[in-house]
């Protein structure tokens, strides 16, 4: 059933911004509470009340299409915003999707005797209250909301103002459902102001984590700009090698996909490396390859000596993050070149090596300083989805885990809970100091 104008949530009354986060971290602590089998049926209720929906959001989002047209929103941008049936239906799939993933929260990952009578475990558990800050994508709502919801944290979503009638009209939805199953419907809230965004980074009182989605200029301003944790990732300069003992088939096919497939996603290629040994023969078919998908090349030197009609790069071009058909390309002298390359101007997101030998391989894999490193395939593969994490709530380039497409597993925290039968430290220390046994035990029981 359809229905052509959105719901109005429950909870829809405006709220000052610290009310409406304190109403959030009180309904996140239901939510951590909760078993997996009522989050599980919170996300299908949510499922449903999309389903509802369709006709309300689909209006909501051509609207949003109808001014960013007007407004001659950047396509890349464009693209991201846009929302028919077909990805919609294919989002709510997603969150269904998420239900059926491992509840997160709860694992014991430590319990050992530290003596007779006193037990530790260390055991998973939310994160608390997520803020979530994006551009375009509505369909992020739906995939940040549903793994919010599973991972039993709450969420404060702030959007783009290019999206601000879909989302609000998606997270209508995701309230219903939520009140459906017998959930605060603040536990997943949405601002809509870009005042509002800057208040949201003073909130560390009551937001967690913040989760930002954009672009490098965005993500960089949000880690500058506020003292909550920040997982993100500023820039997506990913590369693709392709080494002298490379399958031209494969490389050709690789980079195309690697930059044409969605140029304007942080998983694309920006710089392709290439051999000098295989330059003068495999350059021209891997350039015409890229061309006849559209990408306009642009070269070193030593790239223009085999292709002159190339435009020159130049310094700033390997620090780029076109976002578009670019692409730069730049001929190495060895794998050893390449991995300094790579180190110097990535952005530790996601780098592939094109070849045969799996002794260049190893030590490209094991070199490159990323979150994803790969052989012989594109490097569109860094995606929460198809590593079959349900979704993804970001991508994390910092050392510090979690690292990569974050799902379910990176909204999660633990804790050490230690019983005893009257023990005290003390008995522990001194001259007379009785040991501690430290025998782990089953972890099942």
């Known amino acids: 059933m359809t229905v052509s104008s959105p719901v109005q949530p429950p909870d829809a009354e405006a709220l000052p911004l610290v009310e409406l986060a304190q109403a959030t971290r009180q309904a996140a ?31 909501a989002n ?8 007007r407004d001659q929103l950047a396509k890349p941008l464009y693209e991201r915003l846009k929302l028919d049936g077909v990805k ?33 475990k260390r055991v998973t558990c939310p994160l608390g209250v997520l803020g979530v800050i994006f551009e375009s994508r509505p369909d992020a709502v739906m995939q940040i909301s549903s793994l919010a919801i599973k991972s039993g944290n709450g969420l404060i979503l702030k959007g783009g103002k290019e999206a601000v009638q879909s989302c609000t009209a998606l997270v209508a939805a995701i309230k219903v459902g939520l009140a459906t199953a017998g959930f605060a419907p603040a536990a997943v809230q949405l601002l809509t102001t ?58 050709c096919a690789i980079a195309v996909d690697a930059k044409a497939a969605y140029p304007s996603a942080c998983n694309a290629i920006e710089t392709l490396l290439i051999h000098n040994a295989i330059a003068p023969t495999a350059l021209p078919e891997l350039a015409a390859a890229l061309q006849a998908a559209g990408v306009a090349l642009r070269g070193d030197a030593l790239s223009r000596q085999i292709l002159p009609a190339l435009p020159p790069a130049s310094e700033d071009d390997w620090a780029t993050e076109y976002s578009a058909l670019i692409l730069a390309i730049k001929v190495v002298n060895s794998l050893e070149a390449a991995i300094s390359h790579i180190n110097t101007y990535g952005s530790r997101h996601t780098d592939a090596i094109v070849t045969e030998d799996p002794e260049a391989a190893a030590q490209f894999m094991d070199r490159v300083d990323a979150a994803g490193v790969y052989h012989n395939c594109s490097t569109r593969f860094a995606d929460g989805f198809r590593y079959g994490f349900g979704a993804e709530v970001g991508i994390s380039t910092q050392k510090m885990p979690p690292r990569g497409p974050v799902g379910l597993e990176g909204l999660v925290t633990y804790k050490y809970q230690v019983v005893g039968d009257g023990h005290v430290s003390a008995t522990y220390s001194g001259k007379d100091a009785k040991p501690f046994s430290h025998q782990d035990l089953d972890l099942s029981s």
């Open 29 to 59: 602590q239901t939510l951590a509470s909760a078993t997996t089998a009522d989050k599980n049926r919170a996300i299908e209720a949510i499922a449903a009340a999309l389903e509802q929906q369709e006709a309300a959001i689909l209006a």
């Open 62 to 69: 051509q609207a949003d299409c109808d001014a960013a047209q």
């Open 88 to 120: 919609l239906r294919g989002a709510i799939a997603g969150v269904r999707d998420v239900a059926k993933l491992p509840d997160p929260g709860g694992t014991v990952q430590i319990h050992r005797e530290l003596d007779t009578g006193l037990i530790l």
């Open 194 to 251: 870009r005042a509002e965004t800057q208040a949201l980074l003073a909130l560390d009182e009551y937001i967690d984590l913040i989760i930002p989605r954009g672009s490098n200029a965005f993500v960089r301003f949000v880690q500058n700009n506020t003292r909550i944790p920040v997982l993100g990732h500023a820039d997506g300069i990913c590369h693709l090698y392709i080494d002298q003992a490379a399958d031209l088939a494969k490389a």
